[in-house]
């Protein structure tokens, strides 16, 4: 489980991040389509991303290496396509973004893939399948299906019209989100324009004297 990993966590962001993003996914829905189109999209908006390109079995733990990328990235973007639940290693990744949320202040944005956040939230058709499955194998999918609902709250995008467009709307965002969370390099230098002001104002009026 996603919640066992044994990475140090923060309350507050960290003064640095290794990735700006790091996009979830369910790789045989969507990898060489929609996710693949969005990855270029943000790489050349300068945005350097992480996207895993292992396709593991399904039921597979997932690797502490993913578990870190995930920490070490200031916004998570998670792609709920039809069968994201099915997935087990897909959950897990979800459950670890969303304590990242909470303990790491990570953004987390959600993009619904031509499924309702309702399905999500909910999980209704294939994600209620996938859990009905989970549940008769015995897992314990109570932290899945808390990380599915909350997420399913959050503001994200719903995919509709050209995907071009869409696209373009999430880097946009992507872009904007990643303007205001970036730091000032030095918070010394807050207010110094108002002290250099002040120490000219002294100098002029020395010289005056």
């Known amino acids: 489980m996603a919640s066992s990993s044994s990475s140090s966590f923060h309350s507050t962001p960290p003064t640095s991040w290794k990735y700006d993003v790091f996009l979830s996914f369910r790789g045989t829905d969507i990898r060489y389509t929609f996710v693949d189109h969005l990855y270029l999209a943000l790489a050349q908006q300068g945005i350097d991303t992480f996207k895993d390109d292992e396709e593991l079995p399904r039921g597979e733990t997932i690797h502490p290496s993913l578990l870190k990328a995930i920490e070490d990235s200031q916004i998570a973007i998670v792609v709920f396509s039809e069968n994201y639940a099915d997935s087990s290693w897909c959950l897990q990744e979800l459950e670890h973004i969303m304590k990242c949320k909470v303990e790491r202040c990570q953004i987390v944005i959600p993009i619904f893939y031509h499924i309702d956040p309702s399905e999500v939230r909910k999980q209704k058709r294939k994600y209620g399948e996938a859990f009905a499955k989970y549940e008769a194998e015995k897992k314990n999918v109570e932290s899945w299906r808390k990380a599915l609902f909350d997420v399913g709250n959050l503001s994200g995008h ?5 995907e071009t467009i869409f696209i373009k709307k999430i880097v946009k965002e992507i872009s904007e989100r ?15 324009e108002d002290r250099l002001e002040d120490l000219k104002s002294r100098k002029i009026t020395g010289l005056k004297h």
Not at 158 to 162: E, L
């Open 158 to 162: 719903v995919a509709d019209g050209p």
């Open 178 to 192: 990643l303007c205001v969370a970036i730091p000032s390099d030095n918070e010394d230098l807050i207010g110094i």
